[in-house]
């Protein structure tokens, strides 16, 4: 197999165009035009603040633009929240929680298939957390729930999978794993964007792009972008 173009030469999975979000009639994000490259991981980074979780949410299309467009070749994407898409109060197990993204597609009133338990292995598995699968999410530690919530994303079977500051909390070894597999799932095919403040995490991904204040400042080779924001580094 030939190796993939670097991510700047790969086509969009999908394109920002102009693209304003916002809150109650606030506007965060102003016209923010970018594509995010097939099979790479694009890191979004920025100070506090910048709209980095607005930008993942309107790519989600958890908000609506109030400008511009968000066009994806391909599915909807699969979303991971800041701190997961489910309290970690409710008496639910690891299994569970990850097997919530099957009941999405098939509805509540159907039953999970077979493919669909398999599904939820395979996720269990590439997250090295199948021997959790019986335990409580409330019981577990920080980067144990973080892998249960990514599990989830990847349990939706998307080719876009959205995370909102997987590794926030995380200790160094967990962070660097994370991003290990965040490389692999691209390697397979998955366009993954994070928002991220991990600066090590940013660098190893294939793109990066850079808010201030709600602008995109920049974008590209994250070494570039990343050297070029001396704010961000210190
Ligand atoms: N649900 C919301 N309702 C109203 N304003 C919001 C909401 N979420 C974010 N904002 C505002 O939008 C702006 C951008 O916030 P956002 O969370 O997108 O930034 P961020 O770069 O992800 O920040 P952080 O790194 O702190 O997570 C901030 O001024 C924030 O207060």
Not at 54 to 65: E, F, K, M, N, Q
Not at 89 to 107: D, F, K, N, S
């Amino acid at each position: 197999m030939s190796p993939l173009p670097p991510a700047y030469d790969r086509p969009p999975r999908t394109r920002l165009d102009a693209l304003s979000a916002g809150y109650d009639g606030r506007t965060v994000l102003h016209q923010v035009t970018a594509d995010i490259p097939e099979s790479a991981v694009t890191s979004l980074v920025g100070a506090n603040g910048s709209g980095k979780s607005t930008l993942l949410s309107a790519v989600a299309g958890v908000i609506r633009p109030t400008a511009g467009t968000v066009v994806h070749r391909g599915g909807a994407p699969a979303f991971v929240p800041q701190r997961g898409a489910v309290s970690d109060a409710l008496p639910l197990t690891v299994r569970q929680t990850v097997a919530m993204a099957r009941w999405r597609e098939r509805g509540l009133w159907r039953r999970l298939t077979g493919r669909d338990h398999s599904t939820v292995d395979e996720a269990l598995e590439r997250l090295g957390i199948t021997d959790l699968a019986g335990r409580q999410l409330g019981e577990l530690s920080g980067g144990q729930r973080q892998r249960a919530f990514i599990a989830q994303g990847l349990a939706q079977r998307s080719d876009l999978l959205l995370l909102d500051e997987p590794c926030t909390g995380l200790d160094p070894g967990t962070r660097q794993s994370i991003s290990r597999l965040l490389a692999d799932l691209a390697a397979d095919g998955t366009t993954v964007v994070q928002a991220t403040h991990d600066l090590d995490s940013a660098r190893s991904g294939d793109h990066c792009l850079l808010l201030r204040a709600g602008h995109l400042d920049a974008a590209g080779e994250p070494g570039a972008v990343l050297d070029g924001a001396p704010a961000l580094l210190s």
